[in-house]
């Protein structure tokens, strides 16, 4: 083969090589998985981690998480007597870059990955429209207008589990399981009105929401748990999946 053919080669395929290798140190830093204070260096990565999250990496195709933009939500609640329905629509969740990380565990083996994060958040607010339904017995009553929710002093942990997986480019961890449940210190709503046929009764609603905010959070908590964990465990791929498991985890020691 001649010189200048083999140039060419060498150009056509250098790119084409090394095109899905993403410089994760760019955005998160790395800790060695087998180092004595791991868990040190992986609560400060995911400190400066969440500031570079809040806005999303393009690149890896992360959306930003602070704030966190949801298109719907929907819920329904039946007991005996009552039902209730409700859709909340372009749901924006700010606060999430102000989080404190506290702790961090991993547990790293060859056939198994889990990484266990103490976070706490000092304020969420959470706004978006909504349209409900609730019916108590022969009562029927709708609303919709706009909601605004803060949420104080949220403390939890977040729990991820994954397994390895080898392909063509190597091995990932595919996180196949994403926990947290938010224990909250404060919640304070507020809803507007624009349905004119139960407008009357918008403060009776926003009273009883505020008094038993504990026990609509309780209720609400199964239906968000089984979002953040599907959003959880997408948001994660896009990072382990893309990123090989020994360049995001190096096990240097
Ligand atoms: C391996 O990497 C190439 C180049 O980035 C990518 O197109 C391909 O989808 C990857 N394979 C898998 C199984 O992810
Ligand atoms: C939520 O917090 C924001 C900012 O502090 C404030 O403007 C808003 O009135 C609060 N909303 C409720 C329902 O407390
Ligand atoms: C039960 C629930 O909350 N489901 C929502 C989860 O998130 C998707 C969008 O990511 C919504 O479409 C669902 O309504």
């Known amino acids: 083969m001649n010189i200048f053919l083999k140039n060419v080669l060498v150009l056509v395929f250098i790119p084409a090589c090394c095109h899905g290798l993403v410089d994760i140190e760019k955005y998160l830093k790395v800790c060695d998985r087998n180092s004595a204070d791991v868990n040190d260096c992986l609560t400060e990565a995911v400190q400066e981690g969440l500031t570079i999250l809040a806005k999303g990496i393009e690149e890896l195709d992360v959306p930003p998480i602070d704030p966190y933009h949801q298109k719907d939500l929907r819920i ?7 039902l209730a329905k409700l859709i909340a629509k372009d749901i924006h969740v700010e606060g999430l870059k102000s989080s404190k990380v506290h702790d961090a565990r991993l547990r790293a083996d060859d056939d198994r990955f889990h990484l266990e994060v103490d976070l706490t958040t000092p304020r969420v607010n ?37 397994i390895p997986e080898k392909n063509e480019n190597g091995t990932f961890i595919r996180i196949t399981e994403f926990y947290m449940r938010p224990d909250v210190g404060g919640m304070k709503s507020y809803l507007t009105n624009d349905n004119p046929d139960s407008r009357d009764l918008t403060e009776l609603g926003n ?28 948001v994660a791929n896009k990072i382990f999946l893309k990123i090989p498991y020994d360049v995001l985890f190096p096990s240097m020691s």
């Open 76 to 82: 329904e609640y039946k007991n005996n007597q009552i």
């Open 126 to 162: 959470v706004r978006g429209q909504y349209i409900g339904e609730g019916r108590y017995n022969s009562l029927q009553i709708r609303a919709n207008g706009q909601f605004t929710t803060n949420m104080t002093d949220l403390v939890y942990t977040w729990k991820l589990d994954g």
């Open 207 to 234: 009273r009883f929401t505020n008094q038993n905010w504990r026990l609509l959070y309780r209720e609400f908590l199964p239906y968000a748990q089984e979002n953040w964990s599907r959003i959880g465990i997408r």
